[in-house]
């Protein structure tokens, strides 16, 4: 399965994309500056520090006119915190939370719009997919709020009863504010099908992740003097 994700001056939570990367069955492609995205079945907007900007360089980059033909082919969209943001028809930052105050027209793929705003989200979640009911799970961190028809389709049903993202009727763009959205098996397997690929080999990416930390855990023990490390920490607070 081909998977593009444009590559954003300000992107933010990359690791998002991690358990595609170590799919076996996923090539997840980063295009880059200067680079036009090629065939694929799903492109990723992933989240970015600063979504006005971040959308005019995906303009600038002739991006928006290949994210449309890709659409046009019957191609998946996934949009993701700030990714989701640009899916919608309008950005406003009144109070110039990420830049100049002012507003930046969005992709106008779903009917919404954004407005960033001082108190920022932040919370863990969990909840059920809007595909194949498939438990998800993971973290808010945003300062937009959105509001339009489109969220009346919800990507995501909350456990705690709110709704996250939405989903369009075509079935070819799902946006979410939720970071982690591919962690979960379940909801990693319902999106994979979503855009048009059946799943064999799906990879348990926490026990990928803990068995990484645990080899540069025995490297750092097995290369380093911890001990003296150990005693020139207390030397040094000592010192303080």
Known sequence: MRVTVPVLARISNHTDLDPLRLHPQVEVRWV?????????DLVIL???????????????Q?????????????????????????????????????GEPGSSPGLGLLDFATTLEP???????????GLEDAWVTGYEI??????????????IQL???????ALSDDGQLLGSYLHGLFDAASARDALLRWAGRAVRE???????????????????????????????????????
């Open 32 to 40: 880059r500056p200067g680079e036009s995205m090629p065939p694929s």
């Open 46 to 60: 992933p989240g970015s520090k600063s979504t006005r900007s971040d959308l005019q360089r995906l303009r600038d």
């Open 62 to 98: 002739g991006w928006e006119a290949d994210l449309r033909r890709h659409l046009r082919y019957g191609g998946k969209v996934i949009g993701i915190c700030g990714g989701f943001q640009m899916l919608g028809r309008w950005v406003h930052d009144p109070v110039g939370l990420e």
């Open 119 to 129: 108190e920022k989200q932040l919370r863990r979640v969990e909840g059920r997919l």
């Open 142 to 155: 945003h300062a937009g709020v959105s509001t339009g028809p489109a969220l009346e389709q919800p990507a």
């Open 159 to 165: 456990s705690d009863g709110r709704l996250d993202g």
């Open 202 to 240: 799906t990879p348990d990416y926490r026990q990928l992740r803990e068995d990484g930390i645990n080899r540069l855990a025995d490297a750092l023990e097995t290369y380093l003097d911890l001990d003296s490390l150990e005693q020139w920490r207390l030397n040094e607070r000592a010192k303080s």
